[in-house]
């Protein structure tokens, strides 16, 4: 009886999957695999542009449904942007949250993986992001097989592509994805488990400034209505009694932190972004700069001002700043919109009595309540 070699086996992976599972067998016909010593990978691999990194003996020591679903694993990660959506994270904890994810999405489809793969049901309807955050810093010490952090190539083949060439990997992936699902679709067979990513994927959220420009115009719209104190003009003229329009509070204040854990390049993106609201209102801002204290509360429509006045670098205690929300006789505002990364004291139980944003870099905090957006703070290197 003829052995068949790892690659011929791979080739027999892929045409079950066409077959069994045609949602995942379209990607994975996206796959180029290659062989490797086990010295470069030990087990199964996956960089950026979809070449599948694969030894001799890892193919061997599996089992057909074994491999299938390795291959599955493998295809799961470019397929939903495992590199693209690292950003800040630590590229083996991010790995091992990528992992926990997929493998949960694999088995649910009815796949095997090899022994000890990283598996844990607590992790269940939660994104990689989500589980990275839980994840110890240190990697199980038992173990071996599909997803023992080491089943993508390192970050660095990635963050080493120009934007563009990033751009056109994500997209060519997007796209198959896209085809992959719409087929699925069709046949009333959308893996299970997948529904959350695809669409998180397929369907991104608004861009974040898209958001923060939403959020002013809601606060300043949000506090016109009406009054009967003072009927309209008009009412007159139809002999019907109509209220006139009342412009609620229209200030917005804004407030920037300017503590020792923020960088200058989000302290920078976060002038940028008051200039932008500066420019949609029309109208003076109140801007509070706030490390451990105020060190600054003043009013302005020039960001220059502003930008003079921007001192700090101390610690991080918000408590003067939602006091001054809540003094007697103060007319609230409209909104405040917090630059920060929330790694603060002071911040209170109860959300005050208007809309707040909390805009954040991507290594932040928590938010006790309001609304949150991720900046993307910009870092151009010199060419």
């Known amino acids: 009886m003829t052995t068949l070699t790892s690659e011929d086996r791979i080739i027999k992976a892929r045409v079950e999957l066409l077959y069994s599972e045609p949602f995942f067998g379209s990607l994975v016909m996206g796959l180029k695999p290659i062989l490797v010593p086990a010295s470069v990978i030990d087990t199964m691999g996956v960089t950026p542009s979809g070449h599948l990194l694969f030894c001799n003996e890892f193919v061997e020591s599996l089992s057909m449904r074994e491999l299938v679903g390795s291959m599955c694993h493998e295809v799961l990660h470019v397929a939903l942007d495992v590199f693209g959506r690292a950003k800040w994270r630590e590229?083996?904890?991010?790995?091992?949250?990528?992992?926990?994810?997929?493998?949960?999405?694999?088995?649910?489809?009815?796949?095997?993986?090899?022994?000890?793969?990283?598996?844990?049901?607590?992790?269940?309807?939660?994104?990689?992001?989500?589980?990275?955050?839980?994840?110890?810093?240190?990697?199980?010490?038992?173990?071996?097989?599909?997803?023992?952090?080491?089943?993508?190539?390192?970050?660095?083949?990635?963050?080493?592509?120009?934007?563009?060439?990033?751009?056109?990997?994500?997209?060519?992936?997007?796209?198959?994805?896209?085809?992959?699902?719409?087929?699925?679709?069709?046949?009333?067979?959308?893996?299970?488990?997948?529904?959350?990513?695809?669409?998180?994927?397929?369907?991104?959220?608004?861009?974040?400034?898209?958001?923060?420009?939403?959020?002013?115009?809601?606060?300043?719209?949000?506090?016109?209505?009406?009054?009967?104190?003072?009927?309209?003009?008009?009412?007159?003229?139809?002999?019907?009694?109509?209220?006139?329009?009342?412009?609620?509070?229209?200030?917005v204040w804004i407030a920037i932190d300017t503590s020792g854990s923020i960088s200058d390049k989000f302290l920078k993106t976060g002038l940028a972004e008051s200039q932008a609201i500066l420019d949609e209102l029309r109208a003076p801002v109140r801007f509070i700069i706030v490390d451990a204290i105020i060190q600054e509360d003043f009013k302005t429509d020039d960001i220059v001002e502003t930008a003079m006045k921007m001192k700090g670098r101390g610690g991080t205690v918000f408590t003067e700043v939602f006091e001054r929300l809540s003094q007697p006789g103060l007319e609230r505002p409209a909104g405040l919109i917090f630059f920060t990364d929330l790694w603060a004291d002071g911040i209170p139980d109860i959300q005050p009595r208007i809309p707040v944003l909390w805009c954040v870099p991507p290594k932040h905090g928590n938010a006790p309540w309001g609304s949150l957006i991720e900046v993307e703070v910009e870092d151009k290197k010199e060419s």
Not at 102 to 126: H, T
Request: glycine share 8%; net charge neutral.
């Open 91 to 251: 590229h083996s904890k991010w790995n091992r949250a990528h992992d926990y994810a997929i493998n949960i999405i694999v088995k649910d489809n009815g796949m095997d993986l090899p022994d000890k793969c990283l598996y844990d049901e607590q992790y269940r309807d939660m994104t990689a992001e989500e589980i990275y955050d839980k994840l110890p810093d240190e990697p199980p010490c038992d173990g071996k097989g599909m997803g023992q952090g080491r089943g993508c190539a390192d970050h660095t083949d990635f963050d080493g592509l120009s934007d563009s060439e990033k751009r056109e990997i994500q997209d060519n992936w997007k796209n198959t994805l896209a085809q992959a699902a719409q087929s699925a679709k069709s046949q009333g067979r959308i893996p299970a488990g997948l529904e959350r990513l695809l669409k998180d994927i397929l369907e991104p959220k608004l861009d974040w400034r898209t958001i923060l420009s939403r959020f002013i115009r809601q606060c300043v719209r949000g506090n016109t209505n009406y009054t009967w104190l003072r009927p309209s003009r008009r009412s007159y003229s139809t002999g019907v009694l109509l209220p006139s329009l009342k412009k609620g509070r229209q200030e």
